[in-house]
């Protein structure tokens, strides 16, 4: 079993629809996790992070964590075309090493 | 207020080549972090350096691969003999260290091995 787990789509959605992209986790060691958003050619560039079980609100960004499930989600209200992009989830333990899902990648039709 | 910064973006090299990848951290971050992309691959971490001093290069191939953190100038990470299996972006990421070890990115640099 891998240690962190994202369907990698490709996701089509409209402009205007809630996206919603999703990870699970196998190790209870991690206690950070993040959502990267990596454009095509580009480095990953961080869009939230969490600590704890619960939800994390940033403008349109909604990040999600279970930790008893090992389920994390981030949720995109109000899709635009500019979120185009591939979205990484990572997770970060007691040591420093980040562990990444292989990506989402999102297309938001105009 | 410069991110971390990457150089080249690009680079072509040679089967038996060696081949050197620098990253500047962002202001103020003492960690850096190194990670490879492969096509249809997540990222994956190879080596964690500070100052002077490599921390964790457990996820480094053994052969061929190197990296440091000198006192003064960027972080390098040297490839030896380079093969076409090496092709990949490979991603610099520093972070201030600390009890959140948030990682940022810069925007890598893409090995082609011909």
């Known amino acids: 079993q891998k240690e962190v787990e994202q369907d990698p789509g490709p996701l089509s959605v409209p402009e205007g629809a809630i996206v919603s992209l999703n990870c699970t986790y196998s190790n209870s060691a991690f206690q950070y996790f993040m959502w990267y958003r990596q454009y095509s050619r580009k480095g990953p560039e961080l869009l939230m992070y969490?600590?704890?079980?619960g939800n994390k609100e940033d403008g349109r960004f909604t990040a999600q964590v279970d930790k008893s499930s090992k389920y994390i989600s981030l949720f995109i209200r109000d899709s635009q075309p500019s979120d185009s992009a591939t979205y990484l989830c990572a997770m970060l333990g007691s040591n420093y090493k980040l562990t990444f899902g292989k990506g989402t990648l999102l297309t938001v039709n105009p | 207020n410069a991110g971390v910064m990457q150089n080249p973006r690009h680079l072509v090299r040679r089967r038996g080549q060696e081949a050197r990848l620098r990253c500047s951290p962002m202001k103020g971050h003492s960690h850096v972090y190194w990670y490879r992309q492969l096509p249809e691959e997540g990222l994956k971490f190879m080596v964690y350096l500070q100052k002077e001093n490599i921390i964790d290069e457990s996820g480094m191939p053994k052969e061929r691969f190197s990296a440091e953190f000198p006192k003064e100038g960027p972080s390098i990470l040297r490839i030896q003999q380079v093969v076409r299996g090496d092709s990949a972006a490979y991603f610099c990421?520093?972070?201030?260290?600390?009890?959140?070890?948030?990682?940022?990115f810069g925007a890598g640099t893409r090995l082609s091995v011909l």
């Open positions: 969490t600590y704890s079980s």
């Open positions: 990421a520093s972070s201030p260290g600390g009890l959140e070890n948030i990682q940022y």
